[in-house]
């Protein structure tokens, strides 16, 4: 019992993580049909801005805050420098640009800050430990599934019940469409790169308050969970790649509790081999995207 | 209300339009007949700037909005439905009309007194309001398309090809609600392929052919033209 509240604890938690790194790079993805490949560093931005914060004296929310604020910067800064200018002549530009982007981020951090790792302020609560039904979990787990469970809401409920999040929708689907309706194209571009940093922005809490330190590679691993869930979700369906979040999770959690500790080194090749066993099954990814081709 | 003078639209070396001139005047339903290719929907497409036109001008009550962006063009009243229908297929029918107001958002009231006169309109719409537009019979989504629309409450609608794919009783049903937004008031640019229902509705004609204006004139002169067939069909006069 103890071995299953813990579990589904780490599954939870990680999951929760994974599908809002995911749904950060769905909501661009869907609109633009472009992988924003700087998106790792709208990570690194919140992470460093904690650092470089760090001798303030402020609350430590009000630095979190601040965090989250310059990575839905970066993020809308990333559509200015990288997307925009190119977004209309060519994809491969557009691929290039924000490769270029990405690497531009991490080089100023490897340059103006160091390559090593920086301590980042994490409040006490973070390193707390709680006990349920006898599993003993970092009181951080409890925190990242609860705020998944909130951003995962509040980004439901502005999608369903917002009319730009109605239009996002639209515009995912069929944008000369949305735009002939009056529905500006820059806005909802601009919108879905600030969701992706604010989302980016609070994982990056979470994600460095695993680890207490940043570095400039720090966005590579959650780019590739968030694009291999993405994958598995169904690349253009934003319930999908939280699906495929979770499932991610399920299955890294799975192999942490089963393979033997020489093997556990190879637990991404487990991975991989699982994803390639589920998109052999579904090539279309679990969830179909918007049926843009649906009797219209 | 609008004018369009020697419009062109290329597509790489495809001249699509090789310079159509109209106007269509407030209150009126003009349409715009032709053969398959004539370049009708390329014309309309480029007035909602949907596409970049290579030359000639667009004006709408004297004000030049040759290839302005799609959203700043249905901002200053030009309302398009496109042959292509493009019902948002995973969003409900009340929320594809949300969107046909999205010009008007700010405007609670008025948006849902036109949501119920459009359900008046399309009662059929009203029943199948919380359902995804995708799931919608084609004549279904055509009146969705419309009424979507005319939620911006333009000055002019651009209509093309309404009874497209349509069984007979729907295209005269479809018909019925274009006579009746004319007799509303609304200004209308028809594109069709059904001549006859088009001449039943319209007041001015204009004939393409081959990317021109091959004729024009009232309904009454184009009805009675011999040459109708031959202009239509493309034959040289
Ligand atoms: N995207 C495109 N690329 C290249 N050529 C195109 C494109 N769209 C249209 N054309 C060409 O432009 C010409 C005019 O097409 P358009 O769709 O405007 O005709 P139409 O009068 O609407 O025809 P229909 O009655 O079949 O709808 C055609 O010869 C067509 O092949
Ligand atoms: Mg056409």
Redesign the pocket.
């Known amino acids: 019992m103890t071995f299953a509240i813990q579990f589904v604890i780490d599954v939870l938690s990680l999951g929760g993580a994974y599908a809002l790194m995911a749904l950060g790079l769905v909501i661009v993805y869907g609109i633009l049909r472009l992988v924003n490949f700087a998106y790792g560093e709208l990570i690194m931005v919140a992470g460093y801005t904690m650092f470089l914060f760090s001798g303030s004296g402020l609350p430590w929310l009000v630095m979190a805050a601040v965090a989250v604020i310059m990575a839905v910067l970066a993020g809308i800064a990333t559509d200015y420098v990288a997307f925009r200018p190119v977004r209309a002549k060519s994809v491969t530009a557009v691929l290039i640009t924000s490769f270029a982007f990405s690497t531009l981020l991490q080089n100023a951090a490897l340059l103006f800050i160091s390559p090593r790792p920086q301590t980042v302020p994490l409040p006490a609560l973070f390193s707390q430990t709680v006990t349920i039904g006898g599993a003993i979990t970092p009181l951080r787990n409890l925190i990242t599934i609860a705020a998944a469970v909130i951003l995962l809401a509040l980004f439901a409920l502005l999608m369903r019940r917002t009319v730009l999040g109605i239009a996002m929708r639209a515009a995912a689907t069929n944008f000369t469409m949305a735009r002939m309706l009056g529905v500006p194209a820059n806005l909802i571009i601009s919108s879905a790169f600030a969701i992706s940093g604010f989302l980016a922005g609070v994982v990056g809490l979470l994600w460095i308050g695993r680890i207490g330190t940043v570095v400039p590679g720090i966005g590579l691993e959650p780019l590739l969970v968030a694009f291999i869930a993405t994958v598995i979700g169904g690349m253009r369906s934003l319930s999908g790649a939280v699906i495929g979040g979770f499932l991610l999770a399920l299955i890294d959690t799975t192999l942490n509790y089963t393979l033997s500790q020489d093997l556990l080194k190879f637990r991404d090749a487990f991975t991989f081999s699982l994803v390639i066993l589920i998109l052999l099954w579904r090539p279309e990814g679990l969830v179909k995207g918007p049926a843009t081709g649906q009797r219209t | 209300m609008l004018e369009v003078v020697d419009l062109e639209?290329r597509?790489?070396a495809?001249r699509?339009?090789r310079g159509i001139s109209l106007t269509v005047k407030k209150g009126e339903l003009v349409a715009l007949i032709?053969?398959?290719?004539?370049?009708?929907?390329?014309?309309?497409?480029c007035i909602a700037g949907a596409l970049k036109a290579a030359g000639g001008s667009v004006r709408l009550v004297g004000e030049d909005i040759t290839s302005g962006k799609p959203e700043s063009i249905v901002r200053r009243g030009i309302a398009t439905v496109p042959?292509t229908r493009d019902v948002f297929p995973d969003l409900t029918v009340d929320e594809n009309l949300t969107l046909g107001g999205y010009t008007r958002r700010g405007d609670a009231a008025g948006l849902a007194e036109d949501r119920a006169k459009m359900f008046a309109l399309f009662p059929r719409l009203a029943e199948r309001c919380g359902q995804p537009a995708g799931t919608l019979s084609g004549g279904e989504q055509q009146m969705l398309v419309i009424a979507r629309a005319m939620m911006s409450r333009p000055k002019m609608l651009l209509l093309?090809?309404p009874s497209l794919g349509l069984a007979p009783v729907i295209v005269d049903q479809i018909f019925a609600m274009i006579a009746q937004l004319k007799a509303a008031g609304t200004t209308i640019l028809l594109?069709e392929?059904n001549v006859a229902k088009a001449l039943s509705v319209a007041d001015r004609v204009y004939v393409?052919r081959l990317?021109r204006i091959a004729a024009s004139g009232t309904a009454a002169e184009i009805s009675a033209a011999t040459d109708l067939s031959a202009l239509y069909l493309g034959a040289e006069p």
């Open positions: 639209v597509y790489g495809i699509a339009l032709g053969a398959n290719g004539a370049g009708k929907s390329s014309a309309m497409m042959e093309d090809e594109v392929q393409m990317g």
